[in-house]
């Protein structure tokens, strides 16, 4: 029995090591170890922790590719060093550093969430701005000194994020299509052999539209503002996301039709071909979506396989079903809609943040900032709900300044043994997954002790500042789930709002794509483009509920439904035959679940009395799109299955 729990804990052990991002643990420790020790060595500690505050952007932008994460890492710093100014200038004035507090971190949320930025929401802009205004007031020369310093610490951490781009330029993309590739081997796998599990199954299916969700974003992300033809690399995981998208809507079919198995060979072969394109290699065989006999309409042989003939193609559809690139402005007038979730939770944080700070001035805290940073901590930062986002960081929290008050206990460290001692804890933070929060925490805590350690005032010591550190904290998570309950997270009139456009959307690019016998780039694109915020609003809204309310179940089958609406056809094959009459048809159909839609959520009496099935005529002129709507209908009615595993619960 002892050696059986010994395997299983080297098991455990070794799977944990090897989901560490070394690559970007060895960037962060050059970029923060470099900083903090240059302007450590020059300007002394209490200038060196203002280099090492400007590190935090490595904290984004992790899985964004090259071309979107220079620009938006640059901007992102230019925010640090404003947020870093405000609260400079904020210092001493109650209300001015709870305004400016507020402001920037309703902005930062909004930013991140326009321009999807990877990484933990505006928590790392409220830190920075947090600490500043809450130090000694200082004047103008002391302030653009400490900016610099920031900023210094900020360019090394850009230059080491994008120091990647000299070796594998196309790295992030190829992490996200391999990824797609092995989910979608995953649900291929469990729908041939689920063996009466179909739990097991819709939950596979649920990550693989995820994966292939990802995917596309990432190759759109990957597309950069110039125009015209991608680069070569790029243009093959183009072509294979357009494969993943034919299997993965094979496979779904054959999950709703026994009669219709998944080919034998295919979990197999898009496992390698996932093995090839995350080590930068070509695949060397691709599933044919013509083996099951039932997939979209075939297409030539040199088409199917890996081939120029596939490049071709897939350049000549480059880059549908991509919309269009769009400008800041119309991001942000997409984000401000209603049908997106990003005021409301936006509106919330700013609204902790300003409350946090307020207590953490008039209540005897050691670091007030920690209160501020606490209640956006609580609201942000892992796709949990609330509440379980607050008991992983406290836990973390306790378990960090517990290690750290025993070791400086033990051993009180020296300068450069601080030094030392943050940079490495920082580096192996950046490796532990965005998921594993509570681990996270715990690194991140010492980290954040050590700095403020190193210039702590005579007759301050760090047990007594970790104590205040988990006390602090634990009342800023508090003020944070204070605000999620009374302030409310998603609205439902906005989830109706997106289910309505992206049912909208999806109803006009069917009824082109029928009317001309081909798909139309801008009705395609304009669905493409509601059917991702119809996703964002799938993700967001279980992670900002205090108490689960199931919206996230009732959602699922009609974004799955309206996906399903759409799959792009494969790559090389000819426009259907034009049916301008079956197009109004369906358009018509969709129109009136659209209208509907707006109504109320998915499964809500008024969508099951006003939801009527499709024209009869489709059954018999295009009976697979017939089938597809009327799943919609019955997704939008309620009567659909849900998801087993809905995000963030």
């Known amino acids: 029995m002892v050696t059986t729990a010994v395997t299983h804990a080297r098991r455990r052990w070794r799977e944990a090591v090897s989901r560490l991002d070394r690559a970007r643990g060895a960037k962060a420790l050059v970029a923060y170890g470099t900083s903090f020790g240059l302007v450590t060595a020059w300007a002394g500690v209490h200038n060196g922790i203002f280099a090492a505050m400007g590190c935090y952007i490595d904290a984004y932008g992790a899985r964004d590719p090259y071309p979107r994460r220079g620009p938006l890492l640059a901007v992102l710093s230019a925010g640090f060093a404003a947020a870093f100014l405000a609260g400079s200038l904020a210092a001493g004035t109650v209300w001015a550093m709870a305004g400016v507090l507020s402001v920037f971190a309703a902005v930062a949320t909004l930013f991140v969430r326009t321009l999807h930025l990877s990484g933990p929401g505006s928590y790392f802009v409220v830190l920075v701005a947090a600490l500043t205004a809450f130090l000694p007031p200082a004047g103008l020369a002391d302030t653009a000194s400490r900016t610099g310093f920031l900023l210094f610490g900020a360019a090394l951490s850009w230059a080491t994020a994008m120091s990647g781009r000299l070796v594998a330029p196309h790295a992030p993309e190829e992490r996200a299509v391999a990824t797609a590739l092995r989910a979608v081997a995953d649900f291929a796998r469990s729908t041939a052999g689920n063996g009466g599990a179909p739990d097991r199954t819709a939950a596979a299916q649920r990550r693989a539209y995820g994966a292939v969700h990802a995917a596309w974003s990432s190759v759109a992300d990957a597309r950069g503002r110039a125009a015209g033809p991608p680069p070569p690399r790029l243009l093959t995981l183009y072509a294979l996301a357009l494969r993943s998208e034919n299997v993965l809507d094979a496979v779904s079919e054959a999950a709703q039709r026994p009669d219709r198995p998944v080919p034998a060979a295919w979990p197999a072969a898009l496992r390698e071909a996932a093995a090839a394109v995350r080590s930068g290699r070509d695949p060397v065989r691709r599933p044919d979506a013509r083996e099951s006999g039932y997939a979209p309409p075939p297409c030539p042989e040199d088409v199917c396989a890996l081939s120029p003939g596939l490049l071709r193609a897939a350049r000549d559809l480059w880059p549908r079903p991509l919309p269009p690139r769009t400008g800041p402005g119309t991001e942000l007038r997409r984000l401000l809609s209603l049908s997106s979730p990003a005021p409301a939770v936006a509106l919330r944080v700013g609204l902790a943040v300003a409350a946090g700070t307020a207590l953490g001035t008039v209540l005897p ?123 409310p997270g998603v609205p439902a009139r906005a989830v109706s709002a997106a289910v309505s456009e992206a049912v909208a959307a999806a109803g006009a690019a069917v009824c082109e794509r029928l009317r001309g016998g081909g798909a139309d780039a801008r009705a395609e694109g304009l669905a493409w483009q509601r059917a991702a915020v119809l996703w964002d609003m799938y993700a967001s809204v279980p992670a900002e509920e205090i108490r689960p309310t199931g919206t996230a179940d009732r959602l699922w089958p009609t974004l799955l439904t309206v996906r399903r609406l759409l799959p792009p056809r494969p790559p090389g094959t000819g426009p259907a035959r034009p049916d301008p009459g079956g197009g109004a048809l369906a358009g018509a159909y969709l129109r009136h679940l659209a209208d509907a839609a707006r109504q109320g959520l998915p499964g809500s009496p008024p969508l099951r009395s006003v939801t009527a099935r499709p024209p009869a005529a489709l059954a018999v002129r295009h009976p697979e799109l017939y089938d597809r709507l009327e799943a919609l209908g019955r997704a939008l009615r309620g009567d659909a299955l849900t998801s087993p595993a809905a995000p963030g619960g």
């Open 365 to 487: 805290v050691l670091h007030p900032a920690w209160v501020a940073v606490g209640a956006a901590a609580a609201l942000q930062g892992a796709d949990r709900r609330p509440p379980r986002r607050a008991a992983a960081r406290l836990t973390g929290t306790v378990a960090g300044a517990g290690v750290t008050a025993v070791a400086c206990h033990l051993h009180e460290p020296g300068l450069w043994a601080t030094v030392a001692t943050a940079t490495v804890v920082h580096a192996v933070s950046r490796a532990v997954p965005a998921g594993a929060l509570f681990t996270r925490m715990l690194l991140n805590t010492p980290v954040a002790l050590l700095l403020v350690g190193a210039v702590l005032p005579p007759g301050r010591s760090l047990e007594e500042l970790a104590l205040y550190r988990m006390l602090d904290l634990a009342l800023g998570l508090t003020v944070g789930l204070a605000a999620a309950v009374s302030v």
